[in-house]
């Protein structure tokens, strides 16, 4: 028998009751009234050591059992009603915790590596081209006037253009445009693709890139469009974001973006060496050698010496240039 | 001015509360410096380690329900930190049910991918999404609101929160107008110095719209069959804003120093060694330490503040409150426990969230005539529960203030 602190749940007052447990029957005895309740029509509390436990009564009572009772009682009512405790068990268990955080970290480190890529890869055949159609054609006006001017060399780039979508035939890769821009900010050495096919070539890179080296650039851009990474990677970007805001949701929004923005530049560097492998498929296909390739990242090295340091690789949304100049070691 | 309602306009003019709004008469202090008899702070008995159990548990069984768990784990850990939360000597509870969080939080996610997504489709779409917004996101924040209230109980007695929908918008949608107007602006292509001016220009009615918000949520919460009440602040807020502003700038100014320090120390040559030289990492390094030390400075004694006169102007039939949080003492804590977060990856973060909860609650006294016990309350007549809302409120990180 223990005294325990009774309210009726219609008002504050406080009243103190013998409870005794019968078999699955629990008993409040208050002056001269006696209340039994069956163990099933009790609202019963999952078990925490140590603090008194509310027991929800039938008539809107709550019943607060006392720690040292509720260890020894809730068990018994809860077998009595048939009550499970799930999770809680494993909350109450430090074993059981500690298997449970090895299980945490794995999950991530899983996630992390295998999980998001496979998800955005059964994800992405569901978002029709036409989405990453609008989302090109809807960029495009803005970047064209923020940071891009009238290209110097027209002529070129045309004669480019029709060469390089000739020779992208093969790979089926859906429309296909090609213009070039001098940038209004930087060195423009650097060449990048919108979802929608359509490929940007800056007055930088053909300064100093012959044509060969020019096309060997934009394989490596038909491989972003082949593998529609632009794509892929806003699929991630929200599982990415999901995953961070259960694991780290309440901690803050600031850690949540951070972790996920470098998860993210990780999968970039990933699909940077997707592209340059297709390349290579590319300029075989055109008929040139893949040390063409080779030769662009020594003038991609060059341009980052003068320039003064990269930064670094994990923080970076491309592979190191000296990562690619040894993945092509030997390549003539 | 506030919506003509008939029973709260009778109401205001009656105790002065409208009337003193008006201006007709003058303000009245808070009512805290009154010497209270009986003076009873909230004590909170939860430890790190227990709650580090539950979210370990928790966030596993999420990640492996996709999501679907947390509604189970967010019940879970509002009932421990509840149930962990004494006023003289009696526990509050909480009793929240799952099914009703998970479609909260499946309106919530909608919400949050339409309003993430809109503006970059189309100023049309986003547009449609702030007026959707408006449209809904009120009464999503009241219906939020009643779920929490509704569902915590204290001796055997429901809280609760019902207030008139036109007020409802009235207070919620300036707020957020004036909350978008910088993002819609940017939307519309309006550039140089007018964008800084749409996005700073309403900041200006800031304080003034947190001030209505903060006193609907308290002036329209109840206990049992005694509501509270909350005295209008206005200028409180200003001083608030102003004073978390000029904590801004020191934090402006220290990380320039800084900033300049680091650069002094760390030149920009390349390295002769002709080792990578991480000159470029400075600027990501500068923004972030800088964000992380504004953030530092400034919100510690904002959330104090904002406490003390939020709580200081609260009553409750009988009692009244006082928020007795320092910004000093918040600040030191918030210190450590970020220092000691990032220190572990992350894994002391269940018990940096008690150590700062426990301050957050401890702070908060109730001041009575009569020794609590003997102020008795009652219940109200049994009202209809509604929760469609609670998750989406989660997710946007609001809260009643403790």
Known sequence: MVNAAYFDGRSTQQRVVELTLEGPVLVLRGGDAVVRHE????????????????????????????????????????????????AAALIGSWPAVLVSLLLLLATVWWINREGAGLAARAVLPLVPRTVDQAIGEQAWPTIEERWLEPSRFE????????????????????????????????????????????????????????????????????????????????????????????V????????????????????????????????LRFLAGANLKPGVLRDVWLKFAAEEQRSGGGLPPWLSSHPATGERLRTLEGVR | MESPEANSLAHGLEDGALRRELGLLPPVPPPSPLPAAFVQRLVFSGRGSEYFRIWVVGALLTLLSFGIYSAWAKVRKARWFAQHTLLDGDRFDYHGDPLRILAGRVVAVSLLVLWSWGFEFSLWLGLAVLALFCAIGPLLFASAQRFRLANTSWRGLRFGFEVPRAK??????PLLLLWTAGSVAQAAGIDGALIAAAGLVP??????????????????????????????????????????LVLLLVGGVVAALLGAAVAAIWPSHSRPDGLPDHSALRPWLFAIGSALLLWMMAWPYFAARLQQVVWGRTRCGALWFSGEMRGARLWRLVLLNTTLVLLTAGLYWPFAAVAIARYRVESIAVHSDEPLAEVHASAAPAGERRSAGDGAADFFGLDLGW
């Not at chain 2, 002036?219 to 909350?230: C, D, K, M, Q």
């Open chain 1, 39 to 86: 163990s099933r029509q009790l609202s019963l509390p999952e078990p925490a050591a140590g603090i008194d436990r509310p027991v929800g009564l039938p008539d809107g009572g709550t019943v607060w059992l006392p720690a040292e009772a509720a260890d020894l009682w809730l068990p018994r009512l809860r077998r009595a009603a048939g009550q499970r405790v799930g």
């Open chain 2, 168 to 173: 409802v918008y009235a207070v919620c949608v």
């Open chain 1, 155 to 246: 002529p070129r780039c045309a004669r480019l253009a029709e060469r390089f979508i000739e020779l992208a035939q093969r790979f089926e890769p859906g429309p296909l445009r090609l213009t070039c821009h001098r940038a209004t900010e930087g060195s423009g050495f650097n060449a990048f693709v919108l979802p929608d096919g359509h490929i940007v070539l800056l007055d930088g890179l053909l300064d100093v890139l012959d044509d060969d080296e020019v096309l060997a650039v934009l394989g490596h851009e038909l491989g972003h469009v082949v593998h529609r990474h632009t794509m892929q990677a806003l699929v991630r970007s929200i599982g990415l974001l999901a995953i961070a805001g259960v």
């Open chain 1, 248 to 279: 780290l949701g309440d901690f803050s929004a600031v850690a949540v973006s951070a972790a996920s923005t470098l998860q993210g530049l990780a999968y970039g560097r990933d699909a940077e060496r997707e592209a340059d492998a297709f390349a």
């Open chain 2, 203 to 244: 900041l200006l009615g800031l304080p003034w719209a947190h001030a209505r918000l903060k006193q609907m949520q308290h002036g329209h919460a109840s206990f049992g069959s005694e509501r509270f009440s909350l005295e209008p602040s206005t200028p409180e807020f200003y001083g608030l804003y102003a004073k978390a």
